[in-house]
C-alpha cells in the first residue's frame, strides 16, 4: 500500500489543520491505522490511532481533546482534525499502517508509511 498525506502548513498558535492521508495499492480496509510526528532532533512519536472498523482510537496524553482521527473506508482516507494547536505541535506529520487489526503506540507496529507532511505553529 502507498500512502500520500497532505493538509500541513502554517497556522497561529490556538488555530486548526486537518490531515489527510491517502492510501492506495493494496488496501488497508483490514489494518488499523496511525498518526506520528517528528520534531527536529526527536524520535517520531505516536500521536494518535484507529483500528480497522474506525470504532476503536487512541491517543497521546499531548493531544487527548484537541486532535481527531477518523477514517473514510470508501475512499481509504485517514483524517487527522487538529485544533488547538501550540507551538510543541510543530513537526513533520507520518500517516502509516498498522500490522494488526488495532492501532498500537509504537511505530514497529506499522508496515507502511506515507512521506509525511510539514505541520508549523507559530506564537
Not at 497556522?11 to 490531515?19: F, I, N, P, T
Not at 483490514?30 to 490511532?49: D, H, I, K, S, T
Not at 510543530?90 to 508509511?113: D, K, L, P
Amino acid at each position: 500500500v502507498q500512502l500520500q498525506a497532505s493538509g500541513g502548513g502554517l497556522v497561529q498558535a490556538g488555530g486548526s489543520l486537518r490531515l489527510s492521508c491517502a492510501a492506495s495499492g493494496r488496501t488497508s480496509s483490514n489494518n488499523g491505522m496511525g498518526w506520528f510526528r517528528q520534531a527536529p532532533g526527536n524520535e517520531r512519536e505516536f500521536v494518535a490511532g484507529i483500528s480497522w472498523n474506525g470504532y476503536y482510537t487512541n491517543y497521546a496524553d499531548s493531544v487527548k481533546g484537541r486532535f481527531t482521527i477518523s477514517r473514510d473506508y470508501a475512499q481509504t482516507t485517514m483524517y487527522l482534525q487538529m485544533n488547538s494547536l501550540k507551538p510543541e505541535d510543530t513537526a513533520v506529520y507520518y500517516c502509516a499502517v498498522s500490522r494488526r487489526a488495532v492501532a498500537g503506540t509504537g511505530a514497529n507496529e506499522y508496515r507502511s508509511w506515507g512521506q509525511g507532511t510539514l505541520v508549523t505553529v507559530s506564537s
